[in-house]
């Protein structure tokens, strides 16, 4: 078993077990939460998790500090953002289940779900919030590294009500510049700088370290962020069910696209803003749109380009082999290129 397989059944053992043991903690919890929320938090990524050990072992982290408890409080900490997330988008799947709001609908009615889920989602904050501190470690590093870790959620949050805010604009009123920026706080910083930054700050990393880090964490979210609202246009041209509301204001390959097609072109792709599902003539239109603008090309040569990035700062990293490895891995996964993967994890990320 490989340091990444090894790490993240541990994780998953965690987050598994977490519902039975905090509802013995704690007497008194609904049994309408009782029963939905072992469901929500099972599956997804976990990537964030992951990302937090990783960085606390390669800086050289002290082992059963109760790092697998702060692990868990990230994750805990996510789970809270997707329901307000899932409330917003009116999202009825999550993980493809049922989405918190939608699985407490049923027994108290639609309003009254939605309502229960945001109380839901303000105990997985609590909860999330004490678990990080049970890392036992200096209490300026504790500091430093938590107040890092709010500092991203705010961001997040920003980010969040910007795209709100702009729900009215399509592709036709984004630019770039505000695509990656809007990337940097939803994805960058939460996904990504959060977790690696405050794992290697309980661990005592130096500034010049966290830097490195930050910079790793833009890369990759921004790319990673580019192939999944790629994704998001693929889904909804191939998929007879209905996902999330599609959203093209903030979306770089939308925004490609949007500039490369003629104007029956840009006006089919507004068109299509808010759908959660096309009929077959239109999802095939939109596929050979997507082709015939080079978008999904553009996309591919925009991620090779981060991966090359991120294999160069993995490089300068001062962080140890093992872990260094284990990164370089998980980016080439994270971004779907096996090539620079498998040239990257044998030579230049081992350097």
């Known amino acids: 078993m490989n340091l990444i397989d090894n790490i993240t059944a541990g994780i998953n053992r965690k987050i598994d077990g977490f519902p039975g043991e905090f509802f013995t903690d704690h007497n008194g919890a609904p049994e309408a939460l009782q029963s939905v929320l072992p469901g929500f938090l099972a599956g997804g990524k976990r990537i964030r998790p992951l990302l937090f050990l990783l960085s606390y072992y390669g800086y050289g982290g002290e082992p059963d500090c109760g790092e697998d408890e702060a692990a868990l409080g990230i994750e805990l900490l996510h789970n809270f953002a997707l329901i307000h997330d899932d409330l917003i988008d009116e999202s009825d799947l999550r993980r493809d289940r049922p989405s918190l709001h939608h699985s407490l609908a049923v027994p108290a009615g639609k309003e009254a779900g939605r ?37 991203v959620a705010v961001q997040t949050g920003f980010g969040q009500f910007r795209e709100a805010a702009h729900a009215s604009v399509t592709c036709s009123g984004g630019d770039y510049n505000g695509i990656l920026s809007l990337y940097d706080q939803k994805t960058g910083r939460y996904t990504f700088c959060g977790p690696l930054v405050s794992g290697a700050v309980s661990a005592g990393a130096g500034s010049g370290e966290i830097v490195l880090l930050e910079e790793l964490g833009i ?133």
């Not at 590294?145 to 709010?150: E, G, I, N, P, R």
């Not at 999802?283 to 996309?299: D, H, M, N, R, W």
């Open 115 to 151: 309502y229960l889920a945001i109380v839901a989602g303000d105990i997985l904050f609590a909860e999330g919030v004490r678990r990080f501190h049970l890392l036992r470690i200096d209490q300026k590093r504790m500091k430093e590294a938590f107040s890092f870790l709010m500092k």
């Open 219 to 351: 890369v990759l979210g921004r790319a990673y962020q580019a192939l999944d609202d790629l994704d998001d246009l693929l889904t909804l041209s191939m998929s007879s069910s209905e996902g999330e509301a599609l959203r093209t204001a903030f979306s770089m390959p939308a925004r490609h696209c949007c500039e490369q097609a003629d104007q029956p072109g840009r006006e089919f792709l507004m068109s299509l803003e808010g759908k959660k599902r096309l009929s077959a003539k239109n999802a095939t239109k939109l596929a050979e749109l997507l082709s015939s603008t080079g978008t999904v090309e553009f996309i591919r040569d925009y991620v090779k380009l981060a991966c090359e990035k991120s294999g160069g700062i993995l490089k300068r990293l001062e962080i140890s082999a093992e872990e260094r490895a284990a990164l370089c891995a998980l980016a080439g996964k994270v971004l779907r290129n096996r090539e620079w993967l498998k040239e990257n994890t044998k030579s230049r990320c081992q350097d």
